[in-house]
């Protein structure tokens, strides 16, 4: 069975730029969620979203945005990059059907660097 | 505001040499506690869920219990491919999707 997917693995970006970041779940998920993980710590909520709506949002800027499409993949905008966005962007799949577990599942990330 | 701390922050083991990693946690309610592995560069690879206090799981050389206030996960007789970074994390139950994490344990194994 495929896993989460992620697309793409690496990415460097300059200081203003726009980046989007794709994830494809494990199939049959519907919940895509995002997070954001500098080195050395743990990985930081930005996104749920769960039958193309947004369920929950992290403490992270308006330059940060998500969709979900009718395949249930998801895309991670984030604009106006700032150093500090540098990190690996994380997509984690779960079920969420009525009497299922919460469980999510993570891709291999997406590395962004900002220079 | 859910809160995980994990301690120790950093373990090197001999190969054989067994021992426990701490979760603590604070959470209005719990919906339930993961556990995850994370090598250099990847994503974090599921291992476990608890859902209350007094579970145990296992699987292979490791064994997660909970508290109403903490977790522990021990790794009986690890091996060197057990070196990774245990990540904690908790669902709390005013959230469907935030996992709140914890900033790990990395765990390195000597032969």
């Known amino acids: 069975d495929a896993g989460v997917t992620q697309s793409p693995t690496h990415l460097i970006k300059t200081r203003g730029q726009h980046v989007t970041l794709r994830c494809s779940p494990i199939s049959g998920h519907k919940s895509v969620s995002w997070y954001q993980q500098v080195l050395g710590q743990g990985p930081q909520f930005i996104f749920q979203?769960?039958?193309?709506?947004?369920?929950g949002r992290g403490n992270f800027p308006d330059r940060f945005s998500a969709r979900q499409f009718p395949n249930y993949s998801s895309e991670l905008n984030v604009n106006a990059l700032l150093l500090g966005d540098s990190a690996l962007y994380l997509c984690a799949s779960s079920s969420l059907l009525a009497g299922a577990n919460y469980e999510q599942y993570f891709g291999p990330g997406t590395r962004l660097t900002v220079t | 505001e859910d809160q995980v701390t994990q301690s120790p922050e950093a373990l090197r083991l001999q190969e054989g040499e067994s021992s426990s990693l701490n979760c603590s946690y604070t959470?209005?309610?719990?919906?339930?506690l993961f556990w995850y592995r994370q090598d250099p560069g990847k994503g974090p690879e599921f291992l476990f869920t608890?859902?209350?206090a007094g579970e145990e799981k296992e699987k292979e050389r490791l064994k997660a219990t909970l508290t109403k206030k903490e977790s522990f996960l021990h790794i009986t007789a690890p091996k060197p491919e057990d070196s990774a970074t245990y990540l904690c994390a908790v669902l709390g139950t005013d959230s469907w999707g935030k996992l709140q994490f914890g900033a790990g344990t990395q765990v390195v194994v000597t032969p």
């Open positions: 959470v209005s309610g719990l919906r339930g």
């Open positions: 979203y769960y039958e193309k709506e947004e369920r």
């Open positions: 608890l859902y209350s």
